[in-house]
């Protein structure tokens, strides 16, 4: 097993496209989530599965945010019509439910 | 929501000097971890430890439940040690998602 894997590892969109990550868990993990990072700052939430189902959302999770994990494998967060505050570290985790949580090595977006 | 509170925000040691680290949080929690956020970002497990001591080389950690805090001691610390580290906890019998300190940044001159 080689850990959480995220791609793209680093992701450069103009201001108003689109951009799809993907998050590839720990085979037996059956919880993923998601946060965001901003310079100078600890991870914030954003949403976590289990299996399949998305299970919360945080209020930071904008209606051009959207996350899907439709077969309780890997995960996909989708940022529509991206702003400049958008751009910040997207972190994935995974892990069994109550046990320990092991993060990817993260997607650096930049809106510009 | 929980509050997790880091202390000190920022410490300097030379290399070979000890450190303490610690985690105040606001309510009973049934995890917690302490991460180490590398150069390139990513956050490195060193401890899953909701409550007792462990230890894993130069480093490690006591978790008081009770009392709702957490320490993590680096011993003879070295340059590679630099960077920031973060505690994370998942409340009792509220959401499941890990929430984090705003950490502390150790650097470790030579």
């Known amino acids: 097993d080689t850990g959480v894997s995220q791609n793209p590892r680093h992701k450069i969109t103009k201001r108003g496209q689109n951009v799809t990550f993907r998050c590839d868990p720990i085979s037996e993990h059956n919880r993923l989530y998601w946060y965001r990072q901003t310079l100078g700052q600890g991870p914030e939430f954003l949403t976590y599965?289990?299996?399949?189902?998305?299970?919360?959302k945080s209020r930071l999770l904008s209606d051009r945010f959207s996350a899907e994990r439709p077969k309780g494998s890997f995960s996909t967060l989708e940022i529509q019509r991206t702003e400049q505050g958008d751009s910040a570290m997207y972190l994935c985790?995974?892990?069994?439910?109550?046990?320990?949580?092991?993060f990817g090595q993260g997607t650096r977006l930049t809106v510009v | 929501g929980i509050q997790v509170e880091q202390s000190p925000p920022d410490l300097i040691l030379q290399e070979g000097a000890n450190s303490t680290l610690r985690c105040n949080f606001s309510d009973s929690v049934n995890n917690l971890q302490w991460f180490h956020q590398n150069p390139w970002g990513q956050l490195i497990n060193l401890f899953y430890?909701?409550?007792g001591t462990k230890q894993n080389g130069r480093l490690s950690a006591t978790t008081v439940a009770t009392e709702r805090y957490s320490l993590l001691y680096i011993s003879s610390s070295q340059t590679t040690d630099s960077g920031v580290y973060f505690c994370a906890v998942i409340t009792q019998g509220g959401s499941e998602k890990l929430v984090f300190g705003k950490g502390t940044k150790l650097t470790v001159n030579p």
């Open positions: 985790a995974s892990s069994l439910v109550g046990k320990e949580a092991f």
């Open positions: 599965f289990q299996n399949e189902a998305q299970l919360e």
């Open positions: 430890i909701p409550s």
